[in-house]
């Protein structure tokens, strides 16, 4: 009997627990109109990072992660490093200004961030833990003052130092660190739209 109960106080223990998205193993292949990001282990920047001028108010994509996006640093506290997703400069330097949304796997969940680079200051804040596998809405706006960030349904704003209108810059693609390189492959597959 008493078994039974330290079971069942476990068991509502572990129920109160915040949920972690579930963890798809199934490998992606190819999805129409996605295009496949890939970071070779040993690197930091992805396969494709061509420079390619952003001018818009706003960024709106959808992406995958697969089983890959998993990792476990070297260095234990670089597991809380952030790498970075997608987004865009505001300018020549994306170290001065710029939006991005990043990404890192610690805690045993898939978290996704906001990565802001504003009059140099980095500024970087949690939005959401996401599921692997699944498709994730995201969309980087600048509204005045403020980027404002969105993944599926949470929604976070970040102080934009710049005055006025967007600033004509560069697209900003998937990097892996932080100080530590990619320790296997990983794939993202990225679906732009307006």
């Known amino acids: 009997m008493k078994n039974l109960l330290i079971a069942f106080i476990m068991l509502m ?3 109160c627990s915040k ?3 579930p963890i798809s193993t199934s490998p992606i292949e190819s999805i129409p109109g996605y295009i496949k990001y890939t970071i070779l282990k040993g690197q930091h920047y992805c396969d494709k990072s061509t420079i390619k001028s952003f001018s818009k108010s706003q960024l709106n994509f ?7 996006a998993i990792y476990e640093s070297v260095i234990t506290e670089n597991q809380y490093d952030i790498n970075k997703l997608h987004g865009f400069s505001e300018g020549i330097n994306h170290h001065q200004n710029s939006a991005r949304i990043g990404w890192s796997w610690n805690k045993k969940a898939l978290r996704l961030y906001a990565y802001v680079y504003s009059d140099s200051t980095r500024i970087m804040k949690e939005i959401t833990t996401v599921p692997i596998g699944p498709e994730i ?3 980087i706006g600048i509204s005045g003052s403020r980027y404002v960030f969105s993944i599926n349904e949470a929604t976070l704003g970040i102080e934009r130092k710049i005055k006025g209108a967007p ?3 560069y697209w900003l693609y998937p990097y ?3 100080d530590e390189v990619a320790p296997h492959d990983v794939s993202i597959y990225i679906l732009e739209s307006e």
């Open 13 to 15: 223990l572990y129920g």
């Open 19 to 21: 949920e972690i998205p």
């Open 62 to 68: 959808k992406v995958k992660f697969d089983s890959s």
């Open 137 to 139: 809405s995201c969309s």
């Open 167 to 169: 600033i004509a810059g």
């Open 176 to 178: 892996f660190g932080g």
